[in-house]
């Protein structure tokens, strides 16, 4: 399956951002799909994670409450909604897929990743 982020850009602290990650190749619905970002310096840590069919939803503690995992399997997409942002939230953010039959929150359980959107959050 072959994944295309985007939606990335430059905001404002407190503003909201939408992240989209089209799929090809595959139906959507085969995959837990889940989202990751990197900030410079740092390592790749998970953000949000949906089961195949929407039912599970985990998020990381920093952004419980803040964003909102989503899929729509019959358009293949996924999406990141993402409220009152803060300058910490800066980083690329991916989009990726795994086989896995249960919910992953860790970069070994993606076996595919996409080219990653870049999210400024400014002060």
């Known amino acids: 399956v072959q994944l295309q982020a985007s939606g990335g850009g430059l905001v404002q602290a407190g503003k909201s951002l939408r992240l989209s990650c089209a799929a090809s190749g595959r139906p959507l619905s085969s995959y837990v799909m889940g989202w990751f970002r990197q900030a410079p310096g740092k390592e790749r840590e998970f953000v949000a994670g949906i089961s195949r069919s929407g039912a599970l939803i985990s998020y990381a503690d920093s952004v419980e409450g803040r964003f909102t995992i989503s899929r729509d399997n019959a358009k293949n997409t996924v999406y990141l909604q993402m409220n009152t942002l803060k300058p910490e939230d800066t980083a690329v953010y991916y989009c990726?897929?795994?086989?896995?039959?249960?919910?992953?929150?860790?970069?070994?359980?993606?076996?595919?990743w996409g080219q990653g959107t870049l999210v400024t959050v400014s002060s």
């Open positions: 990726t897929a795994s086989r896995a039959t249960v919910l992953i929150t860790t970069t070994q359980g993606y076996d595919y």
